[in-house]
């Protein structure tokens, strides 16, 4: 199976988890064949993230949502739930040996019951150890199984939202979804069998058991119920809204070291560190003020249960001694009964000590469901039923309206067709929506008004993989990753050989350049290709496209940082690509335009024709350049 096919299953597991998140686990459900549904940037910039606002949800509830995750281990689950009941019914049953060893052997001169209780307690603790040593790996097994497909669906989902979306959330507040939200969920699903599954069961067992042995006494032993969880309802609320707070400037904190780590450059050559500092230290002061109320908070929720529950200890042990006093209850009995008290009282305060972890996992979970909730772009099938394999027509951009929330109208009534095989050249201004253009053939966004057509089928039809699989390009900001240079070229396919990667460099006159360096190809191009210039970046982004060897190549300002012999050299290039292919170059400059099929300006929002290729100098005046 090649990386790709195991990416687009991958993503079909994604999906459908996604698709749950939205209509059982998220508010109101998006209609399929909405704007929202197909992922439109027409109407809004997607949902906001960072708000502090507390979630209309229980913290149960949120994490509630998230155990679909451990459906495909039901049998598993079934396995550790049962050796969990019997660990509990043999804990439950212990305290009966104590009552037998006291009033039956004992006292009752019985060597016979002191030796069956005695190997009862014994194989009794051996089943037990046994059970608690294969539920332990069991549960370790699943919670790391599920914790591993929950943070794979945030991956492939993060590959479909829209791009707004990228363009509207910090760096920072991504990673850190990754890395302290899934981190608090980790420890709550691993707390939650000791810390709350198993101590909740044995407190159940427990005060059945404390009946049977005391009615009287175990009346009183069942208000340690109500007591325990007085304090947890009453905070939770506040805890989970305080940790959702605390994530977020966990996160603030996050961007400001990614921003001050990428931006160095800047920040030593414009003696920016006293202000990133200042930055910083304010967010952590922020962060410190969360913390220290979300600390105070799961504080009184500890305390008011551990309170609660000692001073009903101090007042059962008193009760229980006053009525063996008096002969109401036998010396067994009450030696009997105070131990499974006492460990009801420590299984409701270890249950009581875990809503601390939940509230901190409930807080990350709302976050996690925030970006699988957010909408996608559909790739395959549904709403995309067409395939195409290759262009036969042309591609036409129709009365187009587009504009970015919060700005003004980008483009207004645009109109152009791309014939196949044809070199077309968008001229304009920085800022004028040439790349937005380039976006909408590529599908990646959808207009608010008009129509993008690929051999007349609605782009929203076309499946995006079959589309992309037609089309190579080179987008502005130029985007190398920290692997070698001959990688990099292959990322425009992988399963391109060293000596098709090493072609497509030739062609994009790069190839000179790699060869003298030291390390050749193997060379690691650093992160997001630091260790090189914009020109030799934009020379191996191209190559990377023409490695694909599409037949549409898009060039987003790709000769932008190329000095003017090297900037000649590529556009005779892509002369001697012409044949079959179609070209959709738009720039800013007005070089190689007399090579071009068709060339049109971008002004004002809107498509006008080149009014003078002779005379290039009073072309740019009149456009604005």
């Known amino acids: 199976m090649t990386n790709k096919q195991k990416f687009t299953e991958g993503f079909k597991f994604g999906k459908t988890q996604a698709t749950y998140s939205n209509s059982t686990v998220a508010g109101p459900k998006v209609p399929q064949g909405s704007q929202a549904a197909r992922g439109s940037y027409s109407s809004s910039l997607g949902p906001s993230f960072g708000g502090t606002e507390p979630s209309s949800e229980s913290p149960f509830l949120v994490l509630l949502g998230l155990g679909r995750y451990f459906k495909n281990y039901k049998v598993r689950l079934g396995i550790v739930l049962g050796l969990l009941f019997t660990e509990i019914i043999v804990y439950s049953a212990i305290p009966f040996s104590f009552k037998f060893l006291i009033d039956e052997a004992l006292i009752g001169k019985n060597e016979k019951v002191l030796y069956i209780t005695g190997a009862l307690l014994i194989g009794g603790t051996i089943l037990i150890t046994a059970a608690g040593t294969v539920r332990d790996y069991l549960y370790n097994w699943v919670s790391a199984r599920a914790i591993r497909d929950m943070r794979e669906e945030l991956f492939i989902h993060l590959q479909r939202v829209n791009l707004d979306f990228y363009a509207n959330t910090r760096l920072g507040d991504i990673l850190a979804r990754f890395s302290t939200d899934l981190s608090a969920l980790e420890n709550a699903v691993l707390a939650l069998i000791p810390w709350g599954i198993s101590p909740l069961l044995e407190a159940i067992f427990g005060t059945a058991l404390l009946f049977a042995l005391d009615w009287k006494l175990g009346a009183i032993a069942t208000l340690i119920w109500p007591i325990t969880f007085l304090g947890p309802v009453f905070f939770s609320t506040r805890s989970t809204a305080a940790s959702y707070e605390r994530k977020i400037e966990e996160a603030k904190v996050l961007t400001a070291v990614e921003e001050s780590i990428s931006a160095q450059n800047l920040i030593r050559v414009y003696d920016l560190d006293g202000a990133f500092w200042d930055k910083f230290k304010g967010n952590c002061e922020k962060l410190f003020h969360v913390s220290l109320r979300l600390g105070l908070t799961n504080s009184y929720l500890e305390r008011s249960a551990s309170g609660g529950i000692l001073l009903l200890q101090a007042v059962l042990l008193i009760s229980g001694a006053w009525f063996a ?44 469901l925030e970006i699988l909730r957010t909408p996608t772009f559909e790739s395959e099938g549904g709403e995309r039923p067409f395939a195409p394999s290759e262009l036969q027509n042309s591609i036409k951009l129709e009365d187009l309206h587009f504009r970015y929330k919060g700005r003004t109208k980008n483009l207004s009534g645009v109109n152009l067709e791309i014939k196949k095989g044809t070199y077309t050249v968008i001229l304009g201004q920085s800022g004028s929506g040439k790349s937005t253009i380039l976006k909408f053939i590529l599908g990646m966004m959808e207009p608010n008004q008009g129509k993008v057509s690929l051999d007349g089928i609605a782009m929203e039809k076309i499946r995006l993989d079959a589309l992309h699989s037609m089309i190579g390009i080179v987008f502005q900001d130029t985007f190398l990753f920290h692997t070698s240079i001959l990688e990099n070229i292959r990322m425009g396919r992988p399963d391109a050989t060293p000596e098709e990667a090493i072609e497509a460099a030739k062609l994009a006159e790069i190839h000179e350049f790699i060869s003298a360096l030291p390390d050749g190809y193997e060379t690691i191009a650093g992160d997001k290709g630091s260790k090189l210039s914009g020109g030799e970046k934009q020379r191996i982004a191209l190559a990377r496209a023409l490695v694909r060897n599409p037949q549409i190549l898009l060039l987003d300002e790709a000769t932008s940082a190329l000095d003017p012999i090297t900037e000649a050299r590529i556009l005779k290039t892509l002369q001697k690509l012409r044949e079959g292919r179609t070209i959709v170059s738009v720039t800013h400059r007005l070089t190689g335009l007399h090579a071009a099929d068709q060339v049109v300006v971008l002004k004002n929002g809107s498509l006008e024709p080149y009014p003078s290729p002779e005379n290039d100098s009073l072309s740019a005046a009149a456009i604005g350049l």
């Open 325 to 368: 006093f008096h002969g109401m209850v036998s010396v067994g009995a009450l030696a009997a009964f105070l131990p499974p008290f006492l460990n009801l009282s420590y299984s409701l305060l270890y249950v009581s000590q875990y809503f601390p972890t939940m509230n901190q996992a409930s807080g990350s979970a709302r976050r996690i």
